[in-house]
């Protein structure tokens, strides 16, 4: 095999450890998620990764379905402020929407409580797929 292409092969395996294992850390160095529109921006870490990884696992997915690697960095890393996946915008806009029926259907109030035991959530819909079954 060529050179180029184990190290190619090598960095994408790179990408995929780091997108597994990749912590929720903000990035900015500063404590803080940059890129936040529907969540709190002071969600803590732990909350952020257990909203993030319920996602995963209620449609059945990695967080490189809706999340991308930096371009020009070496070695490269997660963007997870990138909007960049049309994927991670329509996550934003069923996150809303999901918030949205538990406060205003099922009279809950705050997102803390509506992250921890939401009535209605990615699974009511999606049965842990990306696209919710039985759609034409
Ligand atoms: C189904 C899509 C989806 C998956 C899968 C997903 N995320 Fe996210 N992620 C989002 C969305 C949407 C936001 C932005 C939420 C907002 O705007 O409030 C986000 C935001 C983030 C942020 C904050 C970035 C910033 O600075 O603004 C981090 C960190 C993050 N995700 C990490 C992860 C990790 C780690 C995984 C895998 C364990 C993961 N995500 C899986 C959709 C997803
Ligand atoms: C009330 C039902 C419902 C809930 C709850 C719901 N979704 Fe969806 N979602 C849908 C439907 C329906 C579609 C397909 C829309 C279409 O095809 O135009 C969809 C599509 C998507 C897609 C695009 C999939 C694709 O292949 O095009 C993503 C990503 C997504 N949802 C993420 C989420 C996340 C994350 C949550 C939880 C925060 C969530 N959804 C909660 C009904 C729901």
Not at 73 to 87: C, G, I, Q
Not at 109 to 115: G, Q, R, V
Request: charged share 25%; with cysteine.
């Amino acid at each position: 095999m060529m050179a180029q292409q184990k190290a190619y092969i090598l960095s994408g395996l790179l990408i995929f450890i780091l997108a597994g294992t990749a912590a929720t850390r903000p990035q900015d160095g500063d404590d803080h998620y940059t890129n936040l529109k529907v969540l709190p921006k002071k969600i803590s870490e732990g909350d952020m990764e257990r909203a993030m990884y319920v996602f995963e696992k209620q449609l059945g997915v990695t967080c490189v379905y809706c999340h991308v690697p930096t371009k020009n960095e070496v070695p490269k890393r997660m963007d997870f402020a990138s909007d960049e996946k049309p994927e991670k915008k329509i996550a934003r806009e069923m996150l809303r929407m999901s918030i949205k029926m538990n406060k205003k259907y099922f009279g809950m109030s705050t997102i803390a409580e509506i992250l921890n035991k939401p009535k209605v959530w990615c699974r009511t819909c999606h049965y842990g797929f990306p696209r919710p079954p039985g759609l034409k």
